[in-house]
Each structure stands twice: as C-alpha cells, then as structure tokens.
C-alpha cells in the first residue's frame, strides 16, 4: 500500500487496517481517526511480515490493544514511523506480542494507555534505534514511555523525555532482558 490515507474507519479489529499472514508494505501511508472495538485502532496485524516506512499512524482508539498498532506473532519492520495521539488501555502507539521487531527513526508522542504510553510489549524481541518516545501517559500503573514484559529488549539511542505514568516507571522492565546504550 503506497502513498494512501485511510481515516474515519471503525471495525471490531484494526480499525483502519486488518492484516494476517503474508507480507504487508506501507510506505508513505497516513492512517488517522480510525477506531477498533478491541485491538488495533489503526492496524491490526496478525502472522505476518509488517514494513512500515514513512508512515503516520494518528488520532486512533482501541478500546483494548494498540490505540495505534496492535501486532501478534508477527515480524515487523518499522522505519520513520511517526506514531501520535493514539489510545488504549495497553499500548497506546503500540502493543505487540510475541512478536519480533525492529524500529529505527521512530517518534511516539502524546499516545495515552492504561499501560505502556508509547510501547506495550510482551514474549518477544525488540530493537529500538534512534527512536523517540516523547510526552506519553499510561494511567494505570506503568511505563508513560515503553512497558516491557518478558523481552528481550535491545535500545540504542532512545530519547524518552516527559512521559508519565501511575505507578511504575517511566521505562518499566519486567521479567525482561535488556541491554540499552546511546
């Protein structure tokens, strides 16, 4: 999918998009205002290879998983993701589980959750490069910024300014291996 909007959607999963099995490439995709009952405000994707450049993910809600981006089980690719104003109650920019991932260039900002703000991950691998996660909340108990849960974390050159949370944490590790450096 290239150099399209998808806006003002509603399902019950993924919102805007919904994708299972398969490769998925987005470049130069803006996805905003969607809505999803359960997970994936903006997308929810399934089993699958997700690449994702130059692509806003905005505005979106889900009323469980990823306000933004919800991923199970899936590979995924993210590149000049610019992720804002989401929300949810786990992973207001982005909820992943199970997956394995890789963000450079990245921005979450102004993404709201119960937990996680900006990233609410579990049972996976992530790498974060040169990445922002910038002015998020969860208001229920932890991590304003990223919520890590049983990962294996990799972070180099995360900028995390001003993010808020209940209880726990700005950055909350739990059960999870990480190495970060700048």
Request: charged share 20%; with cysteine.
């Amino acid at each position: 999918l290239f150099d399209s909007v998808i806006k003002e959607c509603s399902a019950m999963f993924g919102g805007g998009l919904w994708l299972e099995g398969g490769l998925h490439l987005l470049m130069g995709v803006v996805i905003e205002d969607n809505d999803a009952a359960k997970s994936g405000g903006g997308i929810d994707a399934r089993y699958t290879y997700l690449y994702l450049y130059q692509v806003d993910v905005q505005d979106n809600n889900s009323s469980s998983f990823g306000g933004g981006i919800d991923c199970y089980r899936s590979i995924n690719f993210l590149r000049e993701l610019n992720c804002k104003g989401n929300t949810s109650d786990y992973g207001g920019g982005l909820s992943e589980n199970s997956c394995k991932s890789t963000l450079y260039d990245c921005v979450f900002e102004h993404n709201v959750s119960g937990s996680g703000g900006g990233i609410n991950c579990s049972r996976g691998k992530m790498t974060i490069h040169d990445s922002a996660v910038n002015f998020n909340s969860a208001w229920d108990t932890c991590g304003g910024a990223l919520n890590a849960r049983s990962m294996e974390l990799e972070i180099d050159g995360l900028e995390a300014r001003a993010n808020t949370t209940a209880d726990w944490g700005a950055v909350a590790l739990s059960e999870s291996n990480a190495r970060i450096t700048n």
